[in-house]
């Protein structure tokens, strides 16, 4: 897998940081669009189909909507949403709250609430996808993608630690990548605890005790400095990294 990173941040922008948006291009599917999603004109190029898969509808995920008409040249885009979001997707994305909606777009967009377990056609033939609940403000959805004998697995917004702990080593076990959220720096932990994240720190020991191969570190808040967040993480966990804007990765 090719793995792209085209928005890397939490909460909202700043510049050369754009909110969570991953490529995975050899499979033309995307792990959510936040404002990253405007790379994606570069990326997407003689494809009529992509794939988007939403961890959750929070504005950080899902604000490459508003550049989406202009961003993608394709035919179709199958969005995965969690089970008992398409309605508000589809409400959020038109007007009173936003000018545009699904129905202008210059491609066909299908909204497909997702099961535990799916299947997606890339250009590789079909992929397999596994889910999980995790605990977030209005929840998450965790993805386990299965190319052949390489395993991604997404993990964002989300609580990891603690009584969740177990649950989410279970979800991430041997994965080749995990791409999980860091928040906060262990320094914060109150505030990672009361809204759902994780820090650098916690992210770190997930990784070890799920045994994965390599853990890139997202969601880093936008104002943090991403080097002190990786060096958190690697006092646990060596292979530990913060993804970065445009870096690609070969899993
Ligand atoms: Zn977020
Ligand atoms: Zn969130």
């Known amino acids: 897998m090719e793995l792209k990173i085209l928005g890397s941040t939490g ?15 050899d499979l033309n599917i995307f792990l959510d669009f936040g404002s990253g999603f405007f790379r994606a004109k570069e990326e997407v190029k003689n494809v009529e189909k992509v794939s988007i898969l939403l961890s959750h509808l929070h504005h950080d995920h899902i604000s ?38 699904f129905r202008l777009m210059p491609f066909k967009v299908n909204l497909i609430e997702i099961e535990d377990e799916f299947e997606i056609e890339t250009p590789k033939g079909k992929v397999s996808v596994k889910t ?27 609580r990891s630690a603690g009584e969740t702990f177990e649950g989410a080593v279970k979800f991430a076990r041997d994965a080749d ?16 605890i009361q809204t759902g994240h994780t820090t650098a720190l916690e992210s770190g020991e997930l990784a070890k005790a799920a045994n994965v191969k390599l853990l890139l570190l997202t969601h880093i808040t936008a104002w943090g400095n991403q080097n002190e967040f990786e060096a958190e993480a690697k006092t646990v966990f060596e292979n530990s990294h913060a993804a970065k804007e445009k870096e690609t990765y070969i899993i």
């Open 177 to 192: 990548c995990l791409i999980h959220e860091a928040n906060y720096l262990d320094k914060s932990k109150d505030i990672a």
């Open 132 to 158: 999980e609940s995790f605990e977030h403000p209005g929840g998450v959805k965790g993805f386990r993608i299965f190319d052949g004998d390489k395993t991604l697995v997404y993990m964002t917004d989300m």
């Open 11 to 25: 909460g909202f922008s700043i510049d050369g940081r754009h909110t969570a948006c991953y490529f995975i291009k």
């Open 64 to 101: 490459g909507f508003f550049c989406m008409q202009l961003a993608l040249g394709v035919e179709e885009v199958d969005i995965y949403v969690p089970k008992g979001e398409k309605d508000n997707l589809y409400r959020y994305l038109e007007p009173p709250y936003s000018p545009q909606s």
